[in-house]
Every structure is written in C-alpha cells, then in structure tokens.
C-alpha cells in the first residue's frame, strides 16, 4: 500500500490510498478526504474497503510513511495479526511493484481528468475496473480472473452462449487455476533476473560490528550547496545485518531517519596509517549538520 498525495481536492478528497495484491495483483484505489488521513481513519477505511472483501492479509508491504509508523497503526497490525514490512530507508525498489502501478493510475488520471482536474474521484471506479479486468504480464491473467475465476462483464450482453457464474467461481479454487498462475510469476521473476542480474555484483558480507561509510546523497545536511557537501557520512558501526542486502547502522540520536540501509548505499570504511581508528561510541561532527 502506498498514497498518491498533493491531488487538486476532487469531492473533498486530495489524496488516494493505493493497495495491491501481491500475488493475483487485485488492486484498489481508495480517495482520502482532507481531514480524514489519520491512522485511525486508515484502519476504519482499510475493514470496509479491503478486509471484507478479502479478508486479513498476513503482511503488508509499505513506506514509512507517518501513518503507518503511528502507535496506532502499529495496534492495529498486531491485534489483527498482520506483520509490517516497511520499505529501506532511500530504497524505493523494495516496493517497485506499488511504484509501477501509482505511475499507471496517475497516467490514467492525466488523459481523462477535465480541465479543471476536480473529478479524479468519479474516475476511480472505471480506473479500478479497468485495471483488473486487464491481463498482466506477471502471469498473463487479469486480477479478476485470478480471484473469482471469471471476468465481469463490462457491458452487456457480453455473450450469447449460456455461462455457469457458480461452476466458474468454483474453478477458482481448483489447484490448477494457482498453479499456473504461481508458473507466470515464476516465468515473469525469471525475465526480471535475466535483465537484472547481469549488471548486479555479489553483496558484501557485511558483519556486525563493520565501519561503514554511509553514501550522503540522500542525506539533506545545513551545508549551503550540495556539490561541496561531504559525498560519505561516517564511519558508522553496524548494529545487526537484517538481511544479505541490509544492514542496520549505528546512527547518531540527532539523525532523524531510519538506519536500516541497502548496501548500495554503504562502502566499507578504510583506515589509513595518518589517521587512528573512529571510536563508534563518539557521536560524530557531522551528526550537527544533518
């Protein structure tokens, strides 16, 4: 899940609340109204919106937007037993598949919205309709078909042969309708790997207790120009590897951003004989810049 924010206010609404299925692709696009965008409304929107039709997801994959890092929010997952799983921090590829669809929706919105771009809201329905009724190219199904087992008709009369709405709701849970489907996942993430892996390097093995330099292009400092800005923060010692391509780092308390970090961001600190080695129980200098 994700939000598209700063839309023109259409029916009170200037933001929308994009959630996808990860497995059959099912999504939803949900306006937010101005002064309903606290994680409590979040929670109300997601049980009549989602959670009915659906029912409870066993994770979620989303940014750290405040909303979802709210105690509330937070309560909610737990007593629901759905477990976060928050993005990187300057890691926007952790969740491309909600990147990808938020530019189809805006270009959606971009070539049917009026003049005066204050009816996106009355949009949404066929927007929505559309997209899960279109074939995808992750299984070459449509996310309807992969959840009731049939397409709705999107105009009638769709047909003159006799159709069985049950038997094609029941085929549904036929294994063989997920198991191809589990093959065109498997087929599209093999395309991805193919076009991806060759430019790809081995991960470090980062263990805990490295010194790291932390890549500064993402981080905003109260230096005037950027280009005479430092290029690397730190050394900062690694706390825990929370996976091959993450780790978490040992930041100063004055840093407000999250510390866990894909390796792309981080080279390995090297020590030099004109210098002695950092001690990380320092806070740095550049903490007071950031």
Not at 75 to 103: K, V
Not at 238 to 256: F, H, N, Q
């Amino acid at each position: 899940m994700d939000f598209i924010t700063e839309l023109p206010v259409s029916e009170g609404c200037d933001q929308l609340w994009v959630i996808i299925d990860r497995f059959t692709k099912m999504a939803h696009f949900l306006p937010l109204r101005t002064e309903g965008k606290t994680a409590a409304d979040l929670a109300v929107i997601f049980a009549r919106e989602v959670w009915k039709y659906h029912g409870l997801p066993a994770d979620i994959v989303s940014d750290r937007d405040f909303r979802f890092t709210s105690e509330t929010w937070k309560e909610f997952l737990r007593l629901s037993g759905i477990r976060p799983r928050m993005s990187m921090a300057f890691h926007p590829q952790t969740d491309g598949q909600m990147e990808q669809l938020n530019q189809t929706i805006e270009t959606y919105l971009q070539a049917f919205v009026g003049k005066e771009q204050d009816d996106w809201v009355r949009l949404l329905p066929m927007a929505e309709f559309t997209y899960n009724h279109s074939t995808t190219t992750g299984n070459g199904m449509s996310p309807f078909y992969a959840n009731y087992g049939f397409h709705p008709a999107a105009m009638n009369p769709t047909s003159t042969e006799p159709l069985n709405p049950a038997s094609q709701v029941y085929a549904h849970w036929m294994h063989a309708v997920h198991d191809e489907f589990r093959k065109g996942l498997k087929e599209a993430q093999e395309r991805m790997r193919r076009y991806t892996d060759p430019a790809r390097k081995e991960p470090p093995a980062y263990q805990v207790g490295d010194m790291l330099m932390l890549n500064g292009r993402n981080i905003k400092t109260h230096h005037p120009t950027k280009k005479l800005d430092h290029k690397n923060h730190g050394p900062f010692q690694i706390e825990k590897t929370a996976s091959p391509l993450t780790v978490r780092l040992g930041l100063p308390r004055k840093w407000k951003i999250h510390n866990v970090f894909h390796v792309s961001l981080l080279e390995p600190y090297r020590t030099s004989e004109h210098r002695a080695p950092p001690d990380p129980s320092k806070v740095l200098p550049e903490a007071d810049d950031i």
